[in-house]
């Protein structure tokens, strides 16, 4: 008797095995990510809802339209424009308005400023600028007496390529690109699930919103197929390994603000810099005024 009751009491434990077995593999990394050392193909990633709602509410922002408020600075720029060179400690990128961020056109107000090396340096815009963002081209009515002006030969706006803007703010062509299409297409480095997330509590930004905590992990998000490499290559070319970003999430599931402080290493020239970022969107689903973009006899290409 005593026999036959070990034997049913050890089958239901090597029963149980597998099922405890399978409960704590789910559970490892405190439950905010599932992302493994291994490679993306062999992950099989978990749903884990802080993460997951950081990632849909950056799909659901990008589908709609809104106000967007983009802010940059960046330390040690040497801005380049022509033949003209400036040098500023602090570059700082400001940019307003209605966007459709689904089909990546609007007009907004754009400035860029910061402290030059000495007293009476040129003004790259020379105050707020009006900024046409269309078809993956930005054209920039320049304010007289500005660089990019006396650049124009008698032309209304300038036609702003990558390496030109590469070349006014510091950053890399492919990051440029990036930026002339959607002013606020950093949001998209939170598309992947190769980052951890925790979060950090409710929040008034946005009239009541939940704060999340974000940790990219550049190396692994660069080579998986399901998020845009050339965003995470990019950003990994500058020496670092992962990228923290704070993002608030609203009620309906929008991300509407986020924010991130990125310490880049020095390369080659290139010395290190500090690039603060920050982005916030409001008022989802309002009307976007069509963009004309001007006729090839009203600008130049920079």
Known sequence: MRDGVRRYILLIVLGLVPVVLTACSQSAGSGNSGTASVKPSSVS???????????????????STANISLSMSITNVTAVAGSTTIPFPLLTINAAGPFDLA????????????TGSAAGSPSLLNGPARALFAAGSLYVLPNSGSVLAGMLVGRKYGLLT?????????LQPQQAAGLISNPVGFLYVLSTPDMTVSSEGNSSVGGGSTEYRATVNLYQAG????????????LESWGIAAVVV????DGS????????VIDT??????????ITLRVSLSNFGIAVPPVAV?????????
Request: charged share 15%.
């Open 45 to 63: 990633y978990v749903s884990f809802p802080s993460r997951d709602r950081v990632q849909q509410s950056v799909s659901k922002a990008m589908a």
């Open 103 to 114: 089909r990546q056109y609007g007009a907004l107000e754009l400035a860029i400023s910061g």
């Open 162 to 170: 990558p390496k030109a803007v590469a070349g006014l703010t510091g």
């Open 223 to 234: 080579i998986s197929p399901s998020v845009p490499r050339a965003l995470f290559a990019a």
């Open 246 to 249: 704070h993002v608030w999430v």
């Open 253 to 260: 599931g929008h991300a509407v603000r986020l924010s991130s």
């Open 265 to 274: 290493e020095a390369r080659g020239s290139i010395p290190a810099r500090t």
């Open 294 to 302: 001007p006729p090839a006899s009203q600008y130049a290409t920079l």
